[in-house]
């Protein structure tokens, strides 16, 4: 009796023992399961040494232009959240999923009370920068796309290239096909820095349309925070022209040697070639080709109705009293004072003049009002 007992006592610690080991298999074929899902390994986001050199372009192709987002935020609800400032006082990720009814329904408010981390703005000859001054009011979700104003979280220190020629044409193709479509657009934008530097060396841009599963709008690119003829100290914001020696530096009073325009505004780099981008300019890898993906040379920057990243690109402190603000387009030019001059701070066709025989000099007229 008691080796019966002793034999059934030893075949239920067996059977348990098989019943663990079972489980434990499973686990592990759990986990094997979840590691797969990993679709190329990268972590989420990049550092500077996976971005080349400026080559000449605006921007540049990211990991052969595919986005990375979460299947979960794949879907028709619309959304936006802004990162906190950092302790710098620096933007992070914006991230919506644009539709229509996330869209303004306004008219864009005036944005210059917001003084982005290294804006220290500075006026250069008009044929070397749109407008004059290097720097605009940058907004990581255009205006266009969500409606955002005058808010920190979502203003950044850009170039006027940067801006027009790098952000918006992105930005347009958006707003364009959610328009046409009123289909959604998850859109995230994320500001690169190099260790506590002031000023963004670029932003990651990754879009992609939800309801055609990225038919309409695919890409995921890096756009340079550069001015081309000029040279920028991106831990501070000043900036020179890069035919000039660096004036003595004024807002370091440590005099360390900061980290100055590395990606060299100059194009002597346009051979350079990089794993990033299929073609030097190309953001559209899609088979089926649409107005929304396309190839980078065909990108219309003339449309400037749905402008919604032209910043503000005056001094960087309150409008001075007596800047004449003209308009490039119809050669009309505004005094303070006069009707619709606040509105003009923020338009992308804004030239300033500092007196009004420079606007008349350059062909411009007064306003009526």
Known sequence: MKLLRFLM????????????????????????SQSSNIDDGRDKGFSLDEVPEYPGEPFVALYNNVPDF????????????????????????AYANIGKDLMPTQKRGNISSI???GWINKKYDTDLVDGGYIYNRCHLIGHQLAGEDANKENL??????FNVDGMLPFENMIADYVKETNNHVLYRVTPIYDGDDLVAKGVQMEAYSVEDDGEGVMFNVFVYNVQPGIEIDYATGESWLSSEERPAQTT?????NTNYNKYNSNKNNSS???DYSQSSNSYNQNKNSNSYNQNSNNYNQS??????????YNSGTNQTSGVIRGNSKSKIYHCPGQAN????????????FASEQDAINAGYRKAKR
């Open 9 to 32: 006592v030893f075949i239920l610690c067996f059977a348990l023992v098989g019943c663990q080991q079972d489980d434990s298999n499973s686990s592990n074929t759990t986990n094997t």
């Open 70 to 93: 979460d299947d979960k935020d794949k879907t028709t609800t619309y959304f936006e959240t802004y990162s906190d400032l950092d302790s710098l006082g620096r933007c992070g990720v």
């Open 115 to 117: 003084k982005p981390s």
């Open 156 to 161: 950044i220190t850009g170039t006027r290239y």
């Open 252 to 256: 370091n009073k440590n005099n360390q």
């Open 272 to 274: 350079n070639k990089n």
């Open 303 to 312: 449309n400037k109705d749905y402008s919604s990243n032209t910043g503000s």
């Open 341 to 352: 001059y606040d509105d003009m701070s923020d338009s992308a066709n804004l030239v300033e």
